[in-house]
């Protein structure tokens, strides 16, 4: 089965917002191997969006589109699928309830008159929104599924967690569960040369996904899954930080919870990033207890970081220690890390090139070092230091 | 004129990476007030990129397409645009300097070969990459204009702004300048009613576009494009925090710079993120003297926090202020920033509803505080948190 993703909107194609909906859609649909043949976004216009539709169902047989399905004029998804496949709108007694459900839950009157959002077209079955208004909707028309869900991307996972993946997975994983893997450290093409024969022998079973900077997926199907994921696993192993469909910085926070270890943080050149990214996850305070952004070297000298260690230099691993040591002790935390480095773009006065980063970790009276020559601009320099720290980390728990 | 953009590549139907070339072209092509009919992704393959051409020509004059221009025999682009236009490859001497200028900038030697990226449409223009292999090309057929980027996103930006945009704005505004306005801390819609009688002057020549959260830009063109703007400034004045194209925190950064002030910063809920971003900006050591993270009671404590201002809770405009003194004075900056609030998801043992944040500002002698109920994920709330904060910095200078 192959599959095409649309959103509609005319804010999509401003550039004003990210159509996020089809990225954790495709990557879902990657997991469960399903062919995405294309990604498509159209305007509020119902003559484009039914030119879209002709295209698509061309090319693929499983049309995922997201957005139009709000009550203004400008929201016309419904009437131009309704155009599309023949099919009448029709009053649906079952979405006009998801719609009261809704308008219940937040106390709000339901006012006189039918709303938009209870028409769907003929034949198709409601989706149930729980989290917005809008149901969405699935038609199967020509032996072509069209399956609707709101843009809101808090409603569109609604459903498509609770409904449309689900039932895809029934359809396509029913009797062999998924395997999942991921890897830290590692490129896409060196993953791949690493387990190349493996892949070989089931290449439509086993796919490789870019994740977060540095972390790699694998998703394993099919009948020999097993069989498979053991023999992948045991090759990648010292890189696999989980087994699960987890993030590095989840699976750290986890641990850290699991095994009631702080941590505190001082961070020059990524000026907070490391402490933003865990803190960014419901819950940290337990593991995270305070961070300090010595951004300067007046703020390194203020923290207390001794004289000698300038003589080392601003970015050396002797000052990534004393950061690292600085946190613990200030935070009186298990853990300390210390990361200093120079980001870009120009070298400034510093002594050392655009990209080193040292990370410093202290624990108990073990002390963890590591230098880093990082590529590509600020930004990618500064998020691959925090993961390159989260691994540190990791590691040392 | 109307344009369409398409992404190739199979990385973007996996969900691995967002096209973001999509979003700052489109940015742009609005800008200029060229409507865009749709963007489009499609995989490594002949076929879908020939049909989704067939597709986007039919529906738009101008194509803007990025990747699939590297060496390997997934980089299909060229051979597509071949296929699709009846144009052959053909070698291009002008192509070969380009890449012979790239190899010669990283001293890589020149291996044998005439190298696939020196092959182009035959009569299409070659467009200069000066920071990358490929260089791209631009083709007119059936008065439809096809230009094609590389897929790396600072390659592609490089090509987009040294030529492809400098050439459609002398197409499109040559004679007229665009003016730009951003505001802060009104929704597009309030911005669109404020202004609703301006607009419904000249409609397709006032463009209103949602950038970072709460900051909406602005562009006015057309031949009454300066009446039209100082009307618009004048009824929007005191939201309006830049009329150039630069963000919020790019304003703040350059007006601290500018007056040589410094600032340091204190966050607890936002756990660092308004340091990230204002160090995310190049030179901001300039300004920012360091931050502390207290992101806990206990850290709180450690950095001098009297018990009297627990009292108050840790989530209080007083705490706020608090936290900006020790900021400020701690580090010795001219200014401080304290952030408190709860981001949620659960209220844990906090008092305060979800989405209450409280923002002290400490300068000389003066001190504001500030609380806001913010609606969002926890995400959200953090974002708008810091937004608001950089607000509060730049009324401040």
Redesign the interface.
């Known amino acids: 089965m192959e599959a095409y993703i649309i959103g509609i909107g005319n804010?999509?194609?401003?550039?004003?917002?990210?159509n996020?909906n089809?990225?954790?859609?495709?990557?879902d649909l990657?997991k469960l191997g399903i062919r995405?043949?294309?990604?498509?976004?159209?305007?509020d216009d119902i003559n484009?969006i039914v030119?879209?539709l002709r295209?698509v169902t061309?090319?693929a047989d499983l049309i995922l589109i997201t957005g139009g399905l709000g009550p203004t004029h400008d929201d016309l998804t419904r009437e131009a699928v309704s155009l599309f496949t023949g099919l009448p709108l029709v009053f649906s007694e079952e979405a006009l309830e998801n719609i009261k459900y809704y308008f219940s839950l937040r106390k709000r009157p339901f006012g006189p008159g039918t709303p938009k959002e209870a028409f769907i077209p003929k034949g198709s079955e409601v989706l149930k929104n729980n989290v917005g208004v809008a149901p969405g909707f699935w038609v199967r028309h020509n032996n072509k599924d069209i399956v609707v869900l709101p843009g809101v991307p808090?409603e569109a996972r609604d459903i498509w967690e609770n409904i449309v993946k689900k039932r895809l997975e029934n359809l396509y994983s029913k009797d062999n569960p998924i395997f999942t893997l991921r890897v830290f450290g590692l490129g896409e093409s060196t993953v791949e040369s690493k387990i190349l024969d493996i892949i070989k022998e089931d290449p439509s079973n086993i796919?490789i996904?870019?994740?977060e900077p540095l972390e790699i997926k694998l998703f394993i199907r099919g009948e020999n899954a097993q069989k498979l994921f053991e023999r992948i696993k045991e090759r990648l192993e010292e890189y696999i930080f989980t087994t699960d469909d987890e993030s590095l910085v989840e699976v750290v926070v986890k641990k850290l919870k699991e095994r009631k270890i702080t941590v505190?943080?001082a961070?020059s050149c990524?000026?907070?990033?490391?402490?933003?990214k865990?803190?960014?996850i419901?819950g940290?305070?337990e593991i995270?207890?305070?961070?300090?952004?010595?951004?300067?070297r007046?703020?390194k000298k203020?923290?207390g970081v001794p004289s000698y260690i300038f003589d080392a230099g601003e970015v050396s691993l002797e000052m990534a220690e004393n950061l690292a040591r600085i946190a613990r002790d200030?935070?009186?935390s298990d853990i300390g890390i210390g990361i200093t480095g120079n980001a870009?773009?120009?070298a400034?006065d510093n002594t050392k090139p655009v990209g080193y980063v040292c990370i410093g970790l202290v624990k108990d009276n073990e002390v963890i070092c590591k230098d880093f020559q990082l590529e590509g601009?600020?930004?990618r320099v500064?998020s691959l230091a925090v993961q390159w720290a989260l691994d540190m980390l990791r590691r040392s728990i």
């Open positions: 804010e999509l194609l401003r550039g004003s917002i990210v996020t089809a990225v954790f859609i495709a990557q990657v995405v043949k294309g990604m498509l976004n159209v305007g484009s030119s879209s295209f061309d090319v808090r796919d996904l870019i994740g505190a943080t961070e990524t000026g907070g990033l490391l402490a933003e865990i803190t960014d419901p940290s305070s995270f207890k305070g961070g300090f952004i010595p951004y300067t007046w703020a203020i923290l200030k935070f009186s870009g773009p120009s400034g601009d600020r930004a500064r």
